[in-house]
């Protein structure tokens, strides 16, 4: 049935906080575990309307979208998004002829009616509980974000590099895969090449802002506002606050903002970055637009050769995982898929008085390609998988006075982009691999080399 007035929509949705979807199901939707189960309940059981994939928004007359979405509850007590929302399946030979208000996206997203449960890993469908409903409008920085995003996507399908798509090359709105295999692929326009199917999303960390922010009431600081962002990217802000310290030591930048910089070089730099950004404290996830988008700052130093000073590490591994989880679910995938870095790029330099100092050379807002996600970084992972799979080799090698144990993971020269290497506190920081062995922890890097090509340009 159509409903004339949202105030009308908002009375039913706020009937049913705190039910659970079992109290609410009329036709035994909730007694299966799929994914959108729970979505059909409202539909159905809710709002009286027939499940379909019609392109325009569910309630069409009023220009509103619902959708029902996971919240979960960390170790730590905070709320996150579960997962990334997904939105509409990107028909590429249509939408290569919109404009941003006639995009798929817009007509049928403008405007979202959110169901918020409550997930559990333990839990039925029928017992998970809704927890709020929010009727949510873009807010006016998001929207030119979410403008340029769309274009990012667009500007890649009109160039026939739909193929090329990734979740990293935008900030809010994303181009997610979205089908039952990775053989889930569409035509595409000016192009021969298939292209994975994707839907339009927003990001899981934009989502857990939304959540956190419409729950707790969390307060983030923003470095941009709706009228820069009207005129210029956020990269082109960035670049603007950045800039007139180009060439500038450490010491002068601190010195300009009038900083003690005693303590170790991450934090040194993290505290001058927040000052140049015009936050105080020198936690930059704190920043709304980093926060929502999931940009990870990263420092690099240069030596005098151009190669960085280290590898760049990561997250620890969790073998038992990157054996059983398919790739696009892995770990190693994840963050190179989803993730844009910002890298602040200093390099050392030797003064008139033979001291070594460091100097800002740039910043870079980088993500990774999905070509080299779908080569190098998948090789990796099939390499490290075989080498689980046959089992782990471990053998004492000599190191100086003493022994080390050395694995046949993956090493730097491997591809020259990725490897595996320990990271840990000492030798005795170990993790078992699912053959029942125990190796020092490990992590996956990027190779400093790659890294050196990445800003070469900044030097």
Known sequence: MPYSTEEEVMEI?????????GEIDKYDRSSIKTKGAMGHVIEESLFDYAINSN???????????????????????????????VLNIINYMTEVNQNFETSSFWLKNRRLLFFFYLWKKELAVKDYQILETLLYTYPEEDLEIIKNDWKIIHTKIKEGKAHELSEGDTMYLGACTKGSSAKSVRKQPNSDIPAKQRAYSLKQSYMTSLVRK?????????????????HQSFDQILEKRFKPYYGKTLEEIAKSHNLQINQRFKSKVQQVVSSILGITGTKLSSIEEFSKANIQFKTIRLEPNGLPKEHMSF??????????????????????????????????????????????KGIKLWNMPEETILNEVQDLWYEVR???????????VKWGNSYRVENNFPGQDYNRIVHIRPKARDGKDKTKLPDGQYVTKQTYWLDRRYISEIVKDLR
């Open 13 to 21: 949705s706020k009937s049913v906080i705190g039910k659970t979807f």
């Open 55 to 85: 392109q325009e928004a569910d309630f069409s007359e009023l220009g509103i979208e619902l959708k029902v979405t996971p919240v979960k509850t960390n170790k730590n007590k905070t709320v996150s998004a579960k997962e990334r929302l």
């Open 214 to 230: 419409h729950f707790n009431a969390e307060d983030l600081v923003r470095i941009s506002n709706a009228q820069e962002l009207k």
């Open 315 to 360: 997250e620890q591994i969790d073998f038992n995982k990157w054996l059983n989880q398919p790739f696009d679910e892995s770990q190693i995938y994840n963050k190179f898929e989803t993730t844009k870095f910002l890298f602040v790029v200093f390099e050392y330099i030797v003064d008139e008085s033979n001291e070594k100092k460091l100097v800002l």
């Open 386 to 396: 075989k080498i689980l799979t046959e089992g782990v080799k471990l053998k004492n």
